[in-house]
């Protein structure tokens, strides 16, 4: 697997050091990059994931992240390819740490489009948005084209919010989960998934109390299984990939969730 | 504008909610001028000379309302304005940042349109902000200039009452009171709003 740390992370730059980028697939047509591991975030803040996917003349920045995130993102970004090449914006539902960023990068980027669960419009407008202009994601999911690339908006409704989707690359054989598959850790933790087992402590509550249906959660496992995926990629902690990604199906599939554990 | 601009759009809401506690006054002393005009008819002839205060009791109340309403909408629009002006102020201490941490990356020249729209919208909006401020302080001044009268009024209604005999003396001597009491609550609105756009303008 063509995954690599790039020689952007960990630069030392004036101010700081900019946000952890790895490149972890690339092929003719396109790039994925995850950034993410914030060493300026500040400590009360949950460590975020936010994805790249990099086409010819196109990109799509999925769940940018919070206000706090904003300048570290468009920093490391700038890295990668000029601002503008990003057209597409993907926010997988609604939270803060998700898109709270919006209202800035409305002003940075104000030809892109929003891609998000339509029964979020009303409320993601809040963060500010003039703009960058809003596409619904119906509930069903949808396609979208960046180029030659096909990307798919995948369905995960009620993990956790109640209108939420996943982006999955059929080409990649990525799968893009969002809080699926997500651990609270250490900001300096690795990107990948390298011992399942001791990795589970580290997403059990965390699925267990923000996953509120079982039927959802089971619904989305069978629908998962179907999909062709090499890695699996979470907003909050490290990714799967290879026989992680099955090892997590199976045990999420077991898990009951929608429990408040005293 | 300063820095600490995120004060002005609570100040310039705040200066709303004072015009608006204004409008409420205003609406008062409308009743008052309706309850002056019935007193003055039924005591006929021995106040005859109150019934022309009455008119001008109920323009004064008329202007200050419409008044106090339209300053109010200014010092809505004027939050407004600094509320956009302090998420533009943000949006270009972001990018700032980023010119410090990337300013030897390779499309860091990629910002610069981002970056001047911005700073074009920045200006346009504490333009904006300065002609609103203007307006507002203006507004306040005829207001307050308007309600001088309402002393002179007072002191009319008073002068006449005391021609009404003593079956209407009281009640007219009521209507005086009113007025001088609405205008006086409305003058210390005025002045508080004043105060501010001044702090405002200072800032």
């Not at chain 1, 993907?90 to 919006?102: E, G, R």
Request: hydrophobic share 40%; glycine share 6%.
């Amino acid at each position: 697997m063509p995954y690599k740390k790039l020689a952007t992370a960990s630069i030392k730059s004036t101010t700081g050091i900019i946000m952890q980028t790895y490149k972890i697939f690339e092929n003719s047509s396109h790039k994925w990059y995850v950034i993410g591991r914030d060493p300026d975030k500040p400590e009360s803040i949950i460590d975020t994931n936010q994805y790249l996917v990099v086409t010819k003349n196109n990109s799509l920045l999925m769940d940018p992240g919070g206000i706090e995130l904003f300048a570290g993102m468009l920093a490391t970004i700038i890295k990668l390819i000029p601002v503008e090449q990003i057209s597409h914006i993907f926010a997988s539902h609604q939270d803060p740490d998700i898109i709270s960023s919006l209202g800035l990068w409305d002003q940075a980027l104000p030809d892109a489009t929003l891609h998000s669960p339509w029964i979020w419009e009303g409320f993601i407008r809040h963060f500010g948005m003039e703009n960058i202009q809003y596409d619904p994601i119906p509930d069903k999911g949808s396609d979208l084209k960046l180029d030659h690339v096909n990307l798919q908006f995948f369905p995960a409704h009620y993990l956790h919010s109640s209108g939420n989707f996943n982006v999955y690359d059929p080409e990649a054989k990525i799968l893009m989960s969002g809080d699926i598959g997500a651990a609270i850790e250490a900001v300096d933790s690795p990107m990948f998934v390298d011992n399942f087992d001791a990795h589970i402590p580290k997403m059990k509550m965390f699925h267990q109390r923000w996953m509120p249906s079982n039927e959802a959660k089971n619904d989305w496992v069978n629908r998962a299984r179907a999909l062709d995926i090499e890695m699996m990629c979470p907003q909050h902690g490290r990714i799967f990939k290879g026989d992680d990604v099955k090892r997590f199906l199976d045990w999420f599939e077991a898990l009951p969730v929608g429990i408040l554990q005293k | 504008m300063s820095d600490n601009n995120y004060n002005f759009f609570v100040i310039a809401a705040v200066i709303a909610a004072e015009l608006n506690r204004a409008t409420k006054i205003a609406r008062q002393l409308s009743l008052t001028a309706s309850n002056a005009r019935a007193v003055a008819l039924r005591a006929g002839e021995r106040a005859s000379g109150f019934r022309p205060l009455t008119d001008y009791i109920d323009r004064l109340a008329s202007v200050t309302v419409s008044s106090s309403r339209e300053i109010n909408k200014l010092a809505t629009d004027l939050s407004k304005a600094a509320a956009n002006k302090f998420r533009t102020d943000n949006a270009i201490s972001r990018f700032d940042q980023v010119y410090k941490k990337a300013s030897d990356y390779q499309y860091i020249s990629s910002l610069s349109f981002g970056y001047e729209r911005t700073k074009k919208l920045q200006t346009k909006l504490v333009a904006k902000y300065k002609m609103q401020l203007g307006q507002l302080s203006l507004e306040l001044d005829r207001l307050g200039d308007e309600l001088r009268t309402a002393g002179i009024l007072a002191t009319l209604s008073r002068v006449e009452a005391s021609q009404a005999g003593t079956t209407y003396q009281g009640a007219l001597n009521n209507v005086a009171d009113n007025v001088e009491s609405a205008a006086n609550l409305i003058k210390c609105h005025i002045k508080n709003s004043q105060q501010l756009v001044l702090s405002l303008r200072q800032g």
